[in-house]
C-alpha cells in the first residue's frame, strides 16, 4: 500500500518561516500531482498549493506569492516553503498525492495524516 508522512510543522513566529515535507512509499510506479491542504480549528479544509509531473504550480489566493511548492522526484517527496507567515496560515497541513502504483494500474488520490503549524502573532 502507499503511504503519505507529512513533517515540519511546528511553532512560528509570523514574519517567519517554514518548510514541509511530504514523502511517498509503498507500493509506487509514478508519481503525478502532489499537493498540500490545510485545515483551521473549526473550519473547512482549504486547497494550499499543487505541483504536477511537470512541476507546474498552482497557490491558493491566500498563500500566493507567500509559499513555494516544489518536489524531488527521486525521492517521492513535496516541499512546501511557507514564508512571511501570519497567524491565518495556523492549521493542520495534510499532504495529498496522485500516484500510480504498478506500471498498468490505477491511478489514485492519497491522504497523510496532517502535520501542525502554529504560527504566533
Known amino acids: 500500500q502507499v503511504q503519505l508522512v507529512e513533517s515540519g510543522g511546528g511553532l512560528a513566529q509570523a514574519g517567519g518561516s517554514l518548510e514541509l515535507s511530504c514523502a511517498a512509499s509503498?507500493?509506487?510506479?509514478?508519481?503525478?500531482?502532489m499537493g498540500w491542504y490545510r485545515q483551521a480549528r473549526g473550519n473547512e479544509r482549504e486547497y494550499v498549493a499543487t505541483?504536477?509531473?511537470?512541476?507546474?504550480?498552482s497557490y491558493g489566493e491566500s498563500v500566493q506569492g507567500r509559499f513555494l511548492i516544489s518536489r524531488d522526484n527521486a525521492k517521492n517527496t513535496v516541499y512546501l516553503e511557507m514564508n512571511n507567515l501570519r497567524p491565518e496560515d495556523t492549521g493542520v497541513y495534510y499532504c495529498?498525492?496522485?500516484?500510480?502504483?504498478?506500471?498498468?494500474?490505477?491511478?489514485?488520490?492519497?491522504w497523510g495524516e496532517g502535520t501542525l503549524v502554529t504560527v504566533s502573532s
Open positions: 495529498n498525492a496522485r500516484i500510480r502504483s504498478s506500471s498498468d494500474g490505477e491511478t489514485l488520490d492519497y
Open positions: 509503498g507500493s509506487i510506479f509514478s508519481v503525478h500531482a
Open positions: 505541483i504536477t509531473s511537470d512541476t507546474s504550480s
